[in-house]
C-alpha cells in the first residue's frame, strides 16, 4: 500500500524555516515510527510570485487537489505591498481554500501548564484550557453578493452581505458535532440570532443537526456574549462553531489567551475524497514575521502542532499526535524558550533550530 502523500508550501518569511523543523520530524517518525508519508513540496504566496508571477501556481494547485493534505507555512511580506490586490501573496492561501472548498476551520486554543503565566487573563482561568473554535470558513459576510462600495445620493455607502444556506450550515455543524464526539461530546453554537435572520436559521439548522448526535450535549449562545464568556471563563467551553465572521473574530480573542500566537496551529477541512479522508490544509495561525525571517528567532512550534493536527484528522494517527502533543509539552515543562516564550529574568531563548531539537530529543524519550 503506498503512503499517504503530504504537500509542504513552506511560503514567505520564516515559513521556510519552521517547515524545515517539520520536515525533521515527519522524517522521526518515518524513522522511528513505520509512519512514512510521500511529501513533496512546492511554493505559495510572494514565493510563487517571484517565480511565477502568480501566487499559486494551477499546478501547484493540482497537487494540492490530489495531496492527501497540505501543510502549509506562512504568506506575505512588505515587499508585496504594492502588488495589485489580485497577485498578493495572500491570494494563494484564498485560492487554496476555496478550490478545495475547505469550510470548516478548526481553531485549538490550548495553554500549556509551562505557559499559563503568559496569558493576560489569570493563571487560574487559563490553566489546562483546550478548546476548539470551528469556524465556517467558505460562505458568509466574506463572501455574500451584493458587495462593494457605492454612491447614493451625495454619499458613498459600504455594502456587505451575510448569507448562508441550509446546507452550508449543515455541513459545518456536522464536522463540529463529529469533532465534539472524539472530544468530550459538548458542542456550544454562536451566533446572532436575536438581530439576524442568518442567525435564526443558523440556530435552527444547528439544532435539527443535534438530532443527529443525542450524545452531544448543544448549547447556544450570542456571539457577544460568547466573546464576553471567553474571556470570564473559557473552560466552560470544549467545542464552538460558529460563522465567519463570528469565528474570525472569536478565534482570535481564544488564542491570545493561551498568551503567544507562536503556539497556536490549525485546521481547514472539506469534504471527504474517495479515500475517506477530507480535504485538508494544515498551517500556523502565525503570520510570515518578516521582520526575523532567516534569523533563527522563530518558534517552530505552531507549525509543529498543525503537523500534529494533520497526523490526527488526516491520518488517522491519533495516538502519534498525542506523543507529538505531549513531547512539545514537556520541551516547555524542561524550560525550552524561543524569544517570543520569554518573559522569565535570565532565561536565554533558543533558536527555531535548538527547539526542533529539543522535540526530537523528546520524541525520543517517549520511545
Known amino acids: 500500500m503506498s503512503n499517504p502523500s503530504l504537500l509542504i508550501l513552506p511560503g514567505d518569511g520564516i515559513g521556510p524555516e519552521v517547515m524545515t523543523q517539520v520536515r525533521r520530524i515527519i522524517d522521526w517518525y518515518g524513522t522511528n515510527r513505520g509512519l512514512s508519508f510521500d511529501v513533496s513540496e512546492d511554493l505559495v504566496g510572494g ?3 517571484d517565480a511565477h508571477g502568480t501566487p499559486l501556481h494551477d499546478d501547484t494547485m493540482a497537487k494540492a487537489q490530489d495531496a492527501d493534505a497540505v501543510l502549509l507555512g506562512a504568506v506575505g511580506g512588505p515587499k508585496y505591498d504594492e502588488l495589485d490586490f489580485s497577485v498578493k501573496p495572500e491570494r494563494g492561501l484564498l485560492r487554496l481554500r476555496k478550490e478545495m472548498d475547505l469550510y470548516a476551520n478548526l481553531r485549538p486554543a490550548q495553554c500549556f501548564d509551562a505557559l499559563a503565566d ?7 482561568v487559563v490553566a489546562g484550557l483546550d478548546i476548539v473554535i470551528v469556524r465556517e470558513l467558505t460562505s458568509g459576510i466574506y463572501f455574500g453578493e451584493p458587495r462593494g462600495i457605492i454612491e447614493e445620493g451625495n454619499e458613498r455607502v459600504g455594502i456587505n452581505t451575510q448569507r448562508y444556506t441550509e446546507s452550508e450550515i449543515d455541513r459545518v455543524a456536522r464536522s463540529a458535532f463529529e469533532l465534539a464526539m ?8 454562536m451566533e446572532k440570532a436575536n438581530v439576524m435572520e442568518s442567525g435564526v436559521l443558523w440556530r435552527e439548522v444547528v439544532t435539527e443537526v443535534g438530532k443527529d448526535y443525542p450524545e452531544v450535549e448543544l448549547s447556544h449562545m450570542y456571539a457577544d456574549a460568547g466573546a ?3 474571556c470570564r471563563w473559557p473552560k466552560q ?4 462553531v460558529t460563522d465567519n465572521l463570528f469565528g474570525d473574530m472569536l478565534s482570535d ?3 491570545m489567551l493561551t498568551g503567544s500566537l507562536g503556539m497556536l496551529p490549525s485546521a481547514s477541512l472539506g469534504a471527504p475524497m474517495a479515500n475517506g479522508r477530507p480535504k485538508a490544509l494544515y498551517e500556523p495561525v502565525h503570520g510570515s514575521a518578516p521582520d526575523i525571517a532567516g534569523q533563527g528567532k522563530a518558534n517552530p512550534i505552531a507549525c509543529i502542532l498543525s503537523f500534529a493536527m494533520a497526523l490526527r484528522y488526516s491520518f488517522d494517527s491519533g495516538e502519534e499526535a498525542d506523543r507529538l502533543e ?5 520541551v516547555l515543562a524542561d524550560g525550552a524558550r524561543t524569544a517570543d516564550l520569554l518573559g522569565e529574568d535570565g ?12 522535540v526530537l530529543a523528546a520524541l525520543d524519550a517517549s520511545l
Open 47 to 49: 514565493a510563487a510570485y
Open 237 to 240: 467551553f470544549d467545542v464552538i
Open 228 to 230: 464576553m464568556q471567553l
Open 182 to 189: 472524539r472530544r468530550n461530546k459538548k458542542l456550544c453554537s
Open 253 to 255: 480573542a481564544a488564542a
Open 118 to 124: 503568559f496569558s493576560s487573563l489569570k493563571t487560574e
Open 347 to 358: 532565561v536565554e531563548p533558543i533558536s527555531t533550530s535548538e527547539m526542533g531539537d529539543a
Open 326 to 330: 505531549a513531547a512539545i509539552e514537556q
